[in-house]
């Protein structure tokens, strides 16, 4: 897949931007704040339908205008196809493919497979459980659309048990046939999603083991551990024994919901003993782990949007990462810098067609 022209309307400060890129590298250059970050968004867009930043949609629209488009011009193995994103202001964001439209965002995952490399990567590692789980649930669901499907049904499913919870916690009653309903399907789709965390980690670790070595020069030794309830009990049993906690509770408290990632260094949490570099050299073998996976169960290889990369790195691990992309012939890059200078000479290194952007 190669994004081979993008144009923007009244997407956050820019009113209107049009790009012809190369099939390697991109580079987008500029001072602070010029909206570098804002076009590798619009990248975001195109690839999974909203923004990296979590921003809603309409936050999106420039200022005090009506609408925004991100448009997109895609080589997808030998034809071409048109992206087309429209958000007005007061209705549903539409996106189309060659001018039909989606009836539903999640057909669209998959199409074009991203991974964004940008400093709010920290936050994997500061934040709760929640985000973590965010970054597996898409990184699965870039490569396998019926996961997707199980997460909705069974987040509804989810929200459907809780929401009898507290009917029965307002109208002080109980009644534990009605809650046993939803067993069957909170444990098929859980289960399911379950296994496919399982299996995606573990086959995942490894690689980020060997990413970690090579940016690191082999100093430590880090893991990706998934930590779920179902590790050691089945999803019948973990309701059944849970159901008086919930019912105090008023919410389901065991479950692939409170699924979580273990990052450890040397064995401890990456979290307390890692270094702002070290904790930045393994959210990269992290990404560079999911680059390498979505290339493996896709066939696709996924563009790569790079924020703000070299700022905390130190030259040698920059020179590391940069041979890195050179050998492994990731996809089409883009990469955001304040120094112009900086991003040519690193480009210089990368022996790759490229153009530079001057935002
Ligand atoms: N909806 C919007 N309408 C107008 N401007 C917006 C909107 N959303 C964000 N902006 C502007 O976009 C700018 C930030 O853009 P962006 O984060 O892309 O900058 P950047 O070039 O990546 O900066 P840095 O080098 O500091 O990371 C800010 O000036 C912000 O006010």
Known sequence: MVIKKLSLINFKNHSELNFDFSAQINCFVGNNGVGKTNVLDALHY?????????????????TGLDFFVIQ???????????????????SKKVIRKNDKSYDRLADH????????????????????????RKFLDAMISQTDS????????????????????????KNRSFDKDSLEIYDEPVSTYGTRIFEKRKDFVRKLN????????????????????????????????????????????TYTSKGTHKDDLLFEMNGNSIKKIGSQGQQKSFLIALKLAQINRIKEL?????????????????????????????????GQIFITDTHKERTENVVKRINEESRIFEI
């Open 206 to 249: 490894p690689i980020v083991q060997y990413y970690y070595e090579i940016i690191s020069g082999g100093k430590e030794n880090v893991n990706v551990i998934y930590e779920s309830h179902l590790l050691t009990e089945n999803f019948f049993s973990l309701l059944s024994q849970s159901i008086e906690k919930d019912r105090v509770l």
């Open 109 to 132: 995952i998959g199409y074009l497979p991203s991974v964004m490399i940008s400093p709010y990567d920290s936050n994997l590692i500061s934040d709760s459980g929640e985000s973590r």
């Open 146 to 169: 019926s996961y997707l499907f199980d997460l909705i049904q069974y987040q509804k499913t989810i929200q459907q048990r809780n929401a009898l919870l507290k009917y029965f916690a």
């Open 72 to 90: 997109s011009e895609i080589l997808n193995e030998e034809k071409e196809d048109i992206i087309k994103i429209l958000q007005p202001k007061d």
């Open 298 to 330: 896709t066939g696709k290889s996924p563009i790569l949007l790079l924020d703000d990369i070299f700022d905390k790195l130190d030259d040698t691990r920059v020179s590391q990462l940069i041979e890195l992309v050179n050998k492994e012939k990731f």
């Open 46 to 62: 195109l690839s999974v339908g909203k923004s990296f930043l979590g921003n809603s949609d309409f936050n999106n629209i420039n």
